[in-house]
């Protein structure tokens, strides 16, 4: 009897574990996937956090970091340019005489510089010298000119501006608007005629003492402001995001470790300096890493790959649609002639991620998501194609980030009963939050020097009543493994005929159709209609453009709301520095084609685009042309 009992106790625990376990399966399943990535993950994340401790309690400085490894590597190759090499100990006398200069001047502590420069090592030596002296730079875009320009150097309240010979023009437009700033020029040629009213940088830098900046580097603190590195201004003005020390060390030494990238290792930096990836993860490799970075003064798609032979490099960086440029160019054998292992940067579009690393043969996409100004990054570290990023399943208090639903039509989030906002379940598309906490620097907001720009960046009393969290206005969805992509920006998705079109996917669509071409999508309001029509913008300078191509493409690929109705053919780019499209005039021109001179076409009821001449333009507006 007894027997039978234990086996009928035995049983009915089997069952109940079976329903218990059962009900949670997919999530036991899950977390079997993903623990090769999450403990690989959690290894490296505490070597980060281990590094960032260590530099934060003996109060370290990006300059610190720097020159305590020029002390101790002085003939090691921190950068090279145009084939001449920078030795950590050449960099740490150049930055040291900038900064010992400053020091001079009637700047106080803590003031803010505008640098305009190209992509160089001087670049990285002059905003590095500032802050040894303990100033602050404010990296600006160097394709801004006149009000966008004053715009950018006001934000950031500075009280000089240092440029490369070759913008003194940029200089000479704005001058009078910006009477208070002090103008330094700096030159590459020694006979290069000074702007006039500005400091000619070299000679003045030329004979002064390169020795350490002892006291001065000893004053600063690990959370100082570093630099202002700016928003893109793809949806208005430029904003001057706030990079303290250790912000710019996490990010540095993040990226380094997450991606396991090597002291021994070669990055070839195209990107421009002003920005975030190419001037702060790739040149802080150098600074805070000990790795040898190789810069251009701009990204040449066709010169990319040889560059990368030429200088023996293992990793390289991308951004925007610079891997979609780089497979346009036709076939070279340096294409798998090179040693790029990896390939790190954001922006990576998932259409071509297979493409690319089969014609380039690279063993590792190393894509990651993040704001400069923002708390909440992801990496992909484990070659998940599309994938921005991941975070694992069960590491929600070590690293509080979250999607939210959103209202569709107002881009607000949801809130339930309680007033708290609602999560995202996996396969939901929602806003990508990460939630504020000043104590870590991981969850830290610094914000813009624009404090009412910061404070619209806060979502408050998120999960809980007092809380906070940075709104990254990114539209992302999560699987059940807990890997993320990216899906839009917040505003881009627009609704036409009672359906969400996102942006970023029609776009995908639309570029492959037309073979790889440049094309932006937004919604257009027509009067007297709900809701957006779609617009495509393509850039087609040479006029190449199948327009009878393109309409059975996109038919055949995407359904009847998804299509965009206008398309414009752009014999100009407007392209932000960081290869990203600026869809606020674009959308602020609509189909107007009273306004625009470039040629725009119609999608009819047969599903053929035509030239929308004056008459049919205004049927459509009148509502007598059938949509």
């Known amino acids: 009897m007894a027997a039978r009992e234990l086996v009928i106790a035995?049983?009915?625990?089997?069952?109940?574990?079976?329903?218990?376990?059962?009900?949670?399966?997919?999530?036991?399943?899950?977390?079997?996937?993903?623990?090769?990535?999450?403990?690989?993950?959690?290894?490296?994340?505490?070597?980060?956090?281990?590094?960032?401790?260590?530099?934060?309690?003996?109060?370290?400085?990006?300059?610190?970091?720097?020159?305590?490894?020029?002390?101790?590597?002085?003939?090691?190759?921190?950068?090279?340019?145009?084939?001449?090499?920078?030795?950590?100990?050449?960099?740490?006398?150049?930055?040291?005489?900038?900064?010992?200069?400053?020091?001079?001047?009637?700047?106080?502590?803590?003031?803010?510089?505008?640098?305009?420069?190209?992509?160089?090592?001087?670049?990285?030596?002059?905003?590095?010298?500032?802050?040894?002296?303990?100033?602050?730079?404010?990296?600006?875009?160097?394709?801004?000119?006149?009000?966008?320009?004053?715009?950018?150097?006001?934000?950031?309240?500075?009280?000089?501006?240092?440029?490369?010979?070759?913008?003194?023009?940029?200089?000479?437009?704005?001058?009078?608007?910006?009477?208070?700033?002090?103008?330094?020029?700096?030159?590459?040629?020694?006979?290069?005629?000074?702007?006039?009213?500005?400091?000619?940088?070299?000679?003045?830098?030329?004979?002064?003492?390169?020795?350490?900046?002892?006291?001065?580097?000893?004053?600063?603190?690990?959370?100082?402001?570093?630099?202002?590195?700016?928003?893109?201004?793809?949806?208005?003005?430029?904003?001057?995001?706030?990079?303290?020390?250790?912000?710019?060390?996490?990010?540095?030494?993040?990226?380094?470790?997450?991606?396991?990238?090597?002291?021994?290792?070669?990055?070839?930096?195209?990107?421009?300096?002003?920005?975030?990836?190419?001037?702060?993860?790739?040149?802080?490799?150098?600074?805070?890493?000990?790795?040898?970075?190789?810069?251009?003064?701009?990204f040449s798609a066709s010169k990319f790959w040889p560059d990368c032979v030429h200088y023996e490099c293992t990793v390289a960086q991308y951004i925007g649609e610079i891997c979609r440029y780089l497979l346009m160019v036709p076939p070279n054998p340096c294409d798998k002639k090179h040693k790029v292992r990896l390939i790190f940067g954001n922006g990576l579009r998932p259409h071509i991620w297979k493409p690319f690393i089969e014609r380039y043969n690279v063993t590792q996409i190393g894509e990651f998501y993040g704001a400069t100004e923002g708390n909440s990054n992801l990496v992909n570290i484990d070659n998940k194609i599309g994938a921005v990023g991941f975070v694992p399943l069960c590491a929600g208090s070590l690293y509080p980030v979250a999607l939210l639903k959103v209202d569709e039509e107002t881009g607000e989030p949801v809130r339930g009963p309680d007033g708290l906002c609602v999560r995202c379940k996996p396969g939901e598309p929602g806003i990508f939050v990460g939630k504020i906490n000043p104590k870590k620097v991981l969850n830290d907001f610094c914000g813009y020097a624009d404090k009412k720009a910061s404070e619209q960046k806060i979502l408050r009393d998120v999960f809980r009543k007092g809380d906070r969290v940075f709104n990254s206005g990114d539209i992302l969805v999560m699987d059940e493994l807990g890997y993320f992509y990216f899906k839009d920006r917040t505003g881009d998705t627009f609704r036409w005929r009672g359906e969400n079109v996102a942006t970023s996917e029609v776009e995908a669509i639309v570029s492959n159709v037309i073979g790889l071409k440049d094309a932006a999508v937004y919604g257009v309001e027509i009067p007297h209609v709900e809701g957006k029509a779609g617009m495509a913008a393509i850039y087609d300078p040479e006029n190449t453009l199948n327009i009878k191509e393109m309409a059975e493409g996109v038919k055949k690929a995407l359904p009847s709301y998804a299509r965009p109705l206008f398309v414009r053919v752009l014999s100009e780019l407007p392209m932000t520095g960081t290869f990203k499209l600026k869809k606020k005039d674009l959308k602020l021109d609509g189909f107007n084609i009273k306004k625009i001179t470039d040629t725009v076409y119609f999608l009819d009821n047969n599903g053929v685009y035509v030239k929308l001449t004056e008459q049919l333009y205004n049927d459509i507006l009148e509502g007598r042309a059938r949509l």
């Open 10 to 298: 035995a049983l009915a625990v089997f069952i109940a574990g079976y329903l218990l376990i059962g009900k949670r399966r997919r999530f036991v399943y899950a977390l079997y996937k993903t623990l090769p990535r999450d403990v690989l993950g959690a290894y490296r994340f505490i070597r980060v956090n281990i590094l960032l401790w260590w530099w934060e309690t003996r109060q370290l400085t990006v300059a610190k970091v720097f020159s305590s490894y020029a002390t101790a590597h002085p003939e090691k190759i921190a950068y090279i340019f145009e084939n001449r090499e920078w030795t950590y100990q050449e960099l740490e006398e150049y930055s040291n005489r900038l900064g010992r200069y400053f020091i001079s001047t009637s700047l106080t502590r803590g003031s803010r510089v505008a640098l305009i420069m190209e992509s160089r090592p001087e670049y990285v030596g002059t905003w590095l010298g500032l802050s040894k002296a303990g100033y602050v730079s404010a990296l600006i875009n160097t394709n801004l000119r006149h009000e966008v320009l004053v715009h950018s150097m006001k934000a950031a309240d500075c009280k000089a501006v240092i440029f490369g010979a070759e913008f003194a023009e940029a200089i000479r437009d704005v001058k009078d608007k910006i009477p208070d700033l002090t103008l330094y020029q700096w030159s590459e040629l020694s006979d290069t005629e000074c702007l006039e009213g500005a400091i000619d940088l070299n000679t003045e830098v030329r004979n002064v003492d390169p020795a350490p900046l002892v006291e001065e580097l000893a004053r600063g603190t690990p959370r100082d402001k570093l630099i202002y590195i700016y928003t893109s201004g793809t949806t208005g003005m430029p904003k001057a995001a706030v990079i303290t020390n250790l912000r710019y060390m996490l990010m540095s030494c993040g990226v380094y470790y997450m991606l396991n990238l090597r002291s021994t290792d070669r990055i070839y930096n195209s990107l421009p300096l002003y920005h975030t990836a190419g001037g702060l993860i790739g040149v802080g490799q150098s600074l805070l890493m000990g790795v040898t970075v190789v810069l251009r003064r701009r």
